[in-house]
């Protein structure tokens, strides 16, 4: 199989790609880095740049799908520069994507896109797809760049991951907590109560391939069977290193102090169902939250 990734030097894209190519599969990395090379078998770099709209058809003719998951990294502080990036990065690319696919002659079979949990309005209760977006900057976004995927039209199927915390060591949410934990400074955020639904990078990785591989129409929480309380993340993460957990927890005032309006992403409530991607046969390797940092923690 021929695969397009964007995003594909990002966390989540590099073991997309690790994984493709160790299965046999050939993987097109559209990249703003001109003049970038490679020396792994099956894996070409082709340059495009979303804001001049500058993408050659003909190097990605031929390709059987397409994951896509550029933008701008969302953890960085949102500022009015960087919520303008953080968007407009993920419109342009999916906007180029799309309409590039929709040119060829023949379109790669299905596009895989990617959302995220902020879709959702706070809740304590469980979501599944259906359930109504809701309001501020991360559901905003989310709906806009779900919006873009949708125009894909009728040559390729469409399927959209709305991924939640995605938990590794080598970045993300995650690897910006560990130092403190290790030092023994971790600590719950809030009241501690507020539901989290997270994914194991691996699991995550294995899921693009798995909606690519069964041609999935639609749209799919990324997330674990098992969402947890921010208290029990934080004390689980904690026992998995080894540390100790006595700490108070961080007043929500206080994380909006240091963060504004980005603080919304550590204080409100995700508690999303993936019964609809384990309907169609896929199976997570970490379940539970402690499993997930006992092998990180290793």
Known sequence: MKVIITGGSGLVGTRITQ?????????????????L????????????????????KLSIEGAD?????AGYNVSNRWTSD??????ES??????LLVQTMRSLDVAPRILVSTSASGYYP??????????TAGSGFLSELSQK???????????????ILRVSVVLSKKGGALAKLLPLFKWGLGSALGTGRQMMSWIHIDDLAKMYIHCIDQQLNGIYNACSPAPVTNYT????????????????AVPAFVLKLVLGEMSSMLLESQNLSSQKIVGTGFRFEYFNIDQAFSQIAN
């Open 145 to 159: 760049w779900e919006q873009s995927a949708e125009q894909i039209g009728s040559k390729s199927k469409l399927c």
């Open 37 to 56: 090379t490679s020396n792994m078998k099956g894996l070409t770099h082709v340059y495009w740049n979303p804001s001049k709209s500058i993408l050659d």
């Open 233 to 248: 993340f934080s004390k689980s993460l904690a026992t998995a290193l080894k540390k100790p957990f006595f700490l108070p």
């Open 65 to 69: 799908a397409a994951i896509n998951l």
């Open 90 to 95: 993920r419109l342009e690319s999916t906007q």
């Open 19 to 35: 994984l493709l190519l160790e299965r046999g599969d050939e993987v097109i990395n559209l990249t703003t880095q001109k003049d």
């Open 122 to 131: 706070s809740s304590q209760m469980q979501q599944e797809e259906n359930a």
């Open 82 to 87: 960087n919520k303008k990036k953080i968007v």
